[in-house]
């Protein structure tokens, strides 16, 4: 039964600019999840993906994202804020599913070389999650003035994140366990 | 509501819907098939309580 899967929580890599460094945000994410009982996760970098840009949503859809986000029992998200916003192509690479989403939690990484964390970024993306069907959790990780929390190697710098990344991830396991159940079990009346 | 049951591929077993959403038609067959009242198509969400894949049908 569901109870005896692990959970399926990956974690997208939301940005192709090279020298990016949220590679190492999302790398550490993925550590400590991978260190949690019951869970499995990967790290999904959107750079990876063999998306065309001559199209836009479903009909761009890769089998292979497509399946792993079916197979998702909830997201993590690691978004550099670009601009005030997130990145044009991870909204590309989201848009691409939909029934994959549906009423499964996402939390946000937000990453910045500014003091803020990609605070903004992360305001402008709810919406776009709610529209996807994902439930957005309360918790963020915000990241800011990263090159400071990250050496070049992606060695963390500032212990506090641990502590930190713990708690964000505490409340998006438990609305995977949820949802899940409620996927799974509760029906639309 | 009370549609023919989704059946999972993998394993058998009836699937659970959860979800509908409303989904904006796109093509003009879908503008043809489109709900007036609602102003779109029901996209339905079902996933199986023995594998957790979903499947999803619109109406």
Redesign the interface.
């Given at each position: 039964m569901s109870e005896d899967r692990p959970l399926s929580i990956p974690v997208i890599l939301g940005t192709t600019r090279k020298g990016r460094m949220s590679a190492h945000a999302a790398r550490f994410v993925a550590g400590e999840l991978a260190r949690r009982p019951g869970v499995v996760t990967e790290l999904i970098d959107i750079a990876a993906l063999p998306l065309p840009v001559d199209d836009a949503g479903e009909g761009v859809k890769d089998p292979g994202f497509s399946e792993k986000m079916n197979h998702a029992d909830g997201l993590v998200i690691v978004s550099p804020e670009y601009n005030h916003s997130f990145p044009g192509l991870l909204k590309h690479v989201l848009d691409s599913c939909l029934k994959e989403y549906i009423h499964k939690p996402a939390g946000i990484v937000g990453v910045s070389a500014g003091p803020f964390g990609g605070a903004r970024g992360i305001q402008n993306f709810l919406p776009v999650l709610r529209e996807l069907g994902l439930v957005a959790i309360f918790w963020d990780v915000n990241f800011g003035t990263v090159s400071k929390v990250f050496d070049e190697n992606g060695k963390l710098l500032d212990q506090a994140y641990v502590r930190r990344v713990g708690k964000f991830l505490d409340e998006l396991i438990w609305m995977a366990k949820t949802l899940r159940h409620g996927r799974e079990h509760i029906a639309l009346e | 509501?009370a549609r023919e049951k989704m059946i999972c591929q993998e394993c058998n077993m009836e699937l659970?819907?959860?979800?509908?959403?409303l989904i904006y038609p796109s093509t003009p067959q879908e503008v043809r098939r489109m709900d007036p009242t609602l102003g779109g198509l029901i996209?339905e969400?079902h996933?199986?309580?023995?594998?957790?894949?979903?499947?999803?049908r619109r109406l």
């Open positions: - | 509501m659970n819907h959860h979800a509908e959403k996209e969400t996933t199986c309580p023995g594998c957790g894949k979903g499947e999803a």
